[in-house]
Each structure stands twice: as structure tokens, then as C-alpha cells.
């Protein structure tokens, strides 16, 4: 994608026309005022942004009607024009046209048919762009799509950012601006797989079906613990009206099903007789149950602490060891002389064997430390195990009480002996009808079974996802977009010329290495002469990565006045500054060069040298030539 053509269309229906070469350098060379430093807003503008700051007068912008820019596609053209702001703060409806050759369309042809949203999607669509940034949990900021509105950071340099110190990209010194260049760069860059935007939907999509799965594996757990619960207490009512022998026991849900259907083939001719009294030793158990978890989650908690002051007491003793442990630089010195500046030492330090068998003593004690560790574990874990059972024993006896307690309810009700163990049948045959006898039954081992596959696929994708499986990528991105920097740097006669210079990704500036010393642009001179040429070098070594991978970049790289602190007010200061013009005009044709036909380099300049007019867009804009006519409005 590059720029066709800009159209500025006045009120009374002129238009003003600049049409620009594709895959070459363009240069508009004028007079200050003449609103060069515009057409960057204005380009924007037409990409999606609703509110540019657009630098020409009231006045000027009074006699304006839309503005538009015609993007060049490899088969189409797209043109995308807006009204101006007004005395609106910002604008997101325009006019969008999409064909082979579009052509100018007149102002009647431009009505309001589109918005920013649309056009966004469009080009980004059109030149590729598919990436999804899903901020780290310490950020609030919500994940978005990333589009052209992030590719334009890496598009234009204007006047106040080409010579900044602090600032590398366009617009970085806006707020949340550095955060979404840094989010958005490394896809960019091509870090991520082909397939990192499947895989990110893959995990949003395998983790929704895990929750679900582990939702539904929870209640079916919840439902077999209730009939569970349910059949203890029946048989603890069975057992209380003789229908199951006291002693009775089972061990898995097979038996418990086994026990309540021989339960439930009692006649009425059958002869029962009541039970002892369990009511008290069961309570009794109960109890001492609560006694034993009681003490069990005390020595839990005690053991846990202990383990954390051993840790703790650890290590400190291992770092006075650490301290220590240069005794042993000195084996071979005598304990009478300063082993540094050799003078007598004197009585009242001690000697080196002295500290050595301190050493000894702390190393022994931090061994003991650490053997005492793996026992501690051992020792909680099987505490561990002790509650859980005990949970489980007061929950069974809880059961037996409460069936114990339901078929008295029965009796108090003056239910004779015979009704109450009808009723209970009754509730154990409808039990029996609704359970089967394997209480877990196939759909919670197919749960379980799903959960575990959804979990090794979520598991698998996060790895894909691993932050750290993209390093080898950024080493040796970082490491050729560097060697063009370093290169380009070079041949602009930087004054730390042939040291290696690279894109810092995580502050958004440039490094450079200088005897061993690694310093930013603040380092590096207090001048714009300092720092415009390691932008121009990191931009045009971005632009070449971008190209030679294939990235969904917009070929087009603006810069607005480089010669500005060369030239300043349309005087050299001297040669020198004229030659490093020279070189970085010299530089730009040669990468527009090696690049063509895929990169359009643009430059806004109010220098004039006569090797640059073959570039020139047209005639400079001198003796009252402009972005805008002035017949419009005066």
C-alpha cells in the first residue's frame, strides 16, 4: 500500500492535486508556512483517525470541503475522503471508493458512505493484518484487534519527533501510545507463528470447554456425594428398625446397594426386633472424631510453621556462609599479616582459622537445616492424609445419627413398629428404582476423562503461547534490524561511526555501543544534529525488515524537515551541515532504490538542493505556491 494521490477539494468545487511517484523517494520542498508539516495530519486523517491535529490556519480550513488520499493497492485503489473537523473535536464519517482505477470524483460524488471503523477494516484487511493483543493480567487495559491505526507509528516522523531525544516513533509521546506501540510491534516484526491468531482463539475456545466440562464435573460429583449421603442414612434407618443387621459394613457403593436391596425384601410376616440403643456411641464417636481433627489441624499448623522458620533460619545461615566462604582466598597467608597490604594483623581480630571453623559450624548446622526439610513434608503430608480421613469418618457418623434420629421422628409420630418399617421399604425401594448400582456411573469417568483431555490441549497451547518460545525470534530480529541501523548510522557520518547500534523494543529508542558503554539518545549530544540520523537509520532499517519478511506494513515512510537542524532558516550553518544534508538525501534515494518498487519514501522539506528536483513533486513553494491556493480563501 502506498499513496496514489492527495486531494484537497474547496467549497466551490476546485481541486487541489498532488500526485506522488510509487516506489520512489518524493520530495515537497517550500517555504515555512506553506503547510508542508499538514500533510501527515491529513494523511492520517484519511487512514481512520477522527481526530488529527491539522496544521493550517481557520481561515484555511473555512475554505475546505473534504480532503482525500488515494491508496494505492497492488490491483486496487482505494479512496477515502473527509470533511474537515470544523468546529468539531474530532470526525469519523467519510466517503470510501474502492476499484481498480477510481479516479477523481467530482465534489457532488462525495457523499458520507462510510466511517473511520469501516476504513480501518478495509485496508487492514487489504494489506494482511490479523493479530489479537491479549494484555498480562497486571494490566486493566481490554484486548483489541490490532489494525492500520497500529501500523501508522511506524509511518510518519514529523518535524517534533525526527530530532527528539526522548522519543523514537510518531505519536509516543501521547498517553497509553508507547504501551500499544510495544504491544503491537513484535507482530509487526513477525515474531509470532503464522498460526499465534488460531492459537489464541484455539485457547479462548478449549478453555470455555474446560470450565464448562469441570462445572458440569463438579455437579455430577455434588449429585453421586448426595446419593451417597442418602444411602447411609438409610441403611442407618434400616438398621434402626432391624431391617439390617447392626454390624453390618460396606466398603464400596456396590455393597451399600447390595445391603439396601436385601432390605427391601422384608415381608410383613417377617419378625423383626429393635436394635440397641447407638444412639450415645455414636454421639460419643462423633466427638472424639472433633477432638481428633482438632488435634491433628494443630499439629498441621505447627509443623507448617516450623518448616517456615527453618527455611527462614536457613536462609540466613547460608548467606553468612556466603560471606564467610572468602576465607578460602587465603589458605596459603600465615593468620600474623594482612594477607592485602601485609602489615601485622594484631591480637585482637581473628585469626583465619578462627572464621574457618565458624564456617564449619554454620555449614553444619545449614546441613542439618536442610535434612530436617524433606521429614517436615513427609510429616504434614501425612497429616494431611489423617484429616481427610477423620473428615470422612465424622461425615459417616453424622449420617448414622441423622438416620438414627429420622426413624425415631417416625416412632414419636405413634407409628407402631410394622408402618415405620414399611416406610422405610418404601423409601429404599424408591431409592433402589431411581440409583444405579455403580453410584459414580459412566458419566462421571467420562467427565473426569474430558476434563483431563481439555486440560493437556490448554496446557499445550499456553506452551505454543509461552512468551519465552519467542525469544530466539527477537534475538535475531533484534540482531538484523541492528546490522542495517549500524550500517545506515554509518553512512550518515554519525559521530559514533562503525559502533553497533539497535532498536531498544522495550524503551522505543536506539542503543549504541561505545567502549563497552551502552548509551541512549540522551547520551549521545544535546542536539537534533545528534539524534535525527539514528531515526532515520532505525526507520529505514524497520521499512527494510518490514519488506524483505514481508510484513502487512504500508510501504510509505514520511519524514517532515530533516535538514531542519542543518538548515534552520534557510541558510547552511556551514558546509559540513550542507554535506550531512547531501548524505542523508543520498541515503533515502538508496534505500527507496534497493527496495523498489516496495517502499515510498515521502519528504517535506523547505531545503532545495538541485540533485533533488527529478524527486520533486512539483514546483516548490515559494513566491506564494502552497498546499492550499490562496485565491481560496481571499
Known sequence: MQIKSIYIYSKSGDIRTLDFALGQVNIITGEQGTGKSALIPIIEYCMGRKSPDIKLSQEIQDSIAWFAVLYQFDDMQLLVAKPPLGNSQSQSEAYLRIAPSVGVPSLEELVINSNDDAIRQEISQRLGIRHHVYPDESRTTEDYEVDISHARFFLFQDATIITSDRHLFHRQDDQFIPTTIKDSLPYFLGVYPTNYLSLINDKKRVAKELNKAQRQLEAARSNVQERVTRGERLIEEAKEVGLIDIDASYETDYDMFTLLASARNWRPENVLSLPDNRLPELQRRVRELYHQLDDVQFYIAQYQQYLADTNGYQSAVREQVNRLGTVSFFDDIDDENCPLCGNSIGDHLPSIQAIKRSLEKLESEANFAEHQRPELQAAIDQLRTDEADIKVSIQETEAAINGIFNSRQERVADKSLEDQTRHVV?????????????????????????????????????????????????????????????????????????????????????????????????????????????????????????????RPVPGILVFDQPSSPYYPDDTYEDDKDRQQIRRIFRLLFQVAEQLSPNLQIIVLEHANEPEWHEALVEEPWRDGRALIPNHWFQ
Request: with cysteine; proline share 2%; glycine share 6%.
Open 426 to 550: 418404601g423409601r429404599i425401594s424408591y431409592y433402589i428404582d431411581i440409583t444405579t448400582t455403580n453410584f459414580r456411573g459412566s458419566e462421571i469417568n467420562d467427565l473426569e476423562s474430558q476434563v483431563q483431555k481439555l486440560t493437556e490441549q490448554l496446557e499445550d497451547i499456553e506452551k505454543q503461547l509461552d512468551p519465552d518460545q519467542f525469544e530466539d525470534a527477537f534475538f535475531q530480529i533484534d540482531g538484523e534490524i541492528g546490522d542495517m541501523m549500524t550500517q545506515f548510522a554509518g553512512e550518515l557520518d554519525v559521530e559514533y561511526v562503525n559502533n553497533n547500534c539497535w532498536l531498544d523494543r522495550r524503551n522505543l529508542t536506539v542503543k549504541i555501543e561505545h567502549n563497552k558503554r551502552v548509551m541512549s539518545l540522551r547520551q549521545i549530544g544535546s542536539t537534533g544534529k545528534n539524534y535525527l540520523p539514528y531515526h532515520i537509520a532505525a526507520l529505514l532499517a524497520l521499512h527494510s525488515y518490514f519488506i524483505n519478511h514481508d
